[in-house]
């Protein structure tokens, strides 16, 4: 069975710190291309944040306040998120794909979720 368990949410306060993480299991990893999506309460999903590829190599949609990281013994990928502020508010998942060029990433499995709300 395809699992991605997004895990690491929680409540923060405004310029505060998170580490995200996507574990993955029934599936060849190594073959995967690992994309992270949010999406706000009452929002579509956000174009995709954040990916990195089977090479290592990674993309941001903006830069600076996240980075993106893999431990491939674990098959685990992680974004961490620094200065949070309440617009970051949003459930974030992570999908396992294919990336083409630049922001094109095609999710085939996706997980559950995990939320992240910022808040004084």
């Known amino acids: 069975e395809v699992q991605l368990q997004a895990s690491g949410g929680g409540l923060v306060q405004p310029g505060g710190s998170l580490r995200l993480s996507c574990a993955a299991s029934?599936?060849?990893?190594?073959?995967?291309?690992i994309g992270w999506f949010r999406q706000a309460p009452g929002k579509e999903r956000e174009a995709v944040l954040s990916?990195?590829?089977?090479?290592?190599s990674t993309y941001y949609a903006t830069k600076g306040r996240f980075r993106i990281s893999k431990d491939v013994a674990k098959a685990t990928v992680y974004l961490q998120m620094n200065n949070l502020s309440p617009e970051d508010t949003a459930t974030y998942y992570c999908?396992?794909?294919?990336?083409?060029?630049?922001?094109?990433?095609?999710?085939?499995?996706w997980g559950q979720g995990t939320q992240v709300t910022v808040s004084s």
């Open positions: 029934g599936f060849t990893f190594d073959d995967y291309d």
């Open positions: 999908a396992a794909g294919h990336w083409g060029v630049y922001a094109d990433f095609e999710p085939r499995y």
């Open positions: 990916i990195i590829g089977r090479d290592g």
